[in-house]
């Protein structure tokens, strides 16, 4: 199974993105999902977390009441919808399913 995501771009802050990470070549759907990101000169950090089901959620500090995970299972998919950004969510987001890391994708957002 491979995890890709996309959907990332540049935004202005204050503004939105919705983030996707596509499974191919098997399914997820059994897995609980994650969204981390490593910002520039930061490490990794846990960003939000779903389950395989999709009936519980948890969430960083950081971006409670302003990021929201979903997943789509009979898409194989899952979501991360960001709103209110600012530029200390500028990084490399990175999605999760189990053990399974996809590939990041950038997100930058200006001043």
């Known amino acids: 199974v491979q995890l890709q995501a996309f959907g990332g771009g540049v935004v202005q802050a204050g503004g939105s993105l919705r983030l996707s990470c596509a499974a191919s070549?098997?399914?997820?759907?059994?897995?609980?999902m994650g969204w981390f990101r490593q910002g520039p000169g930061k490490e990794r950090e846990f960003i939000a977390a779903?389950?395989?089901?999709?009936?519980?959620?948890t969430y960083a500090e950081s971006v409670k009441g302003r990021f929201t995970i979903s997943r789509d299972n009979a898409e194989n998919t899952g979501y991360l919808q960001m709103n209110s950004l600012t530029p200390e969510d500028t990084a490399v987001y990175y999605c999760?399913?189990?053990?399974?890391w996809g590939q990041g994708t950038l997100v930058t957002v200006s001043s």
């Open positions: 999760n399913g189990g053990v399974i």
């Open positions: 070549g098997g399914t997820v759907r059994t897995y609980a």
């Open positions: 779903i389950s395989s089901r999709g009936d519980i959620t």
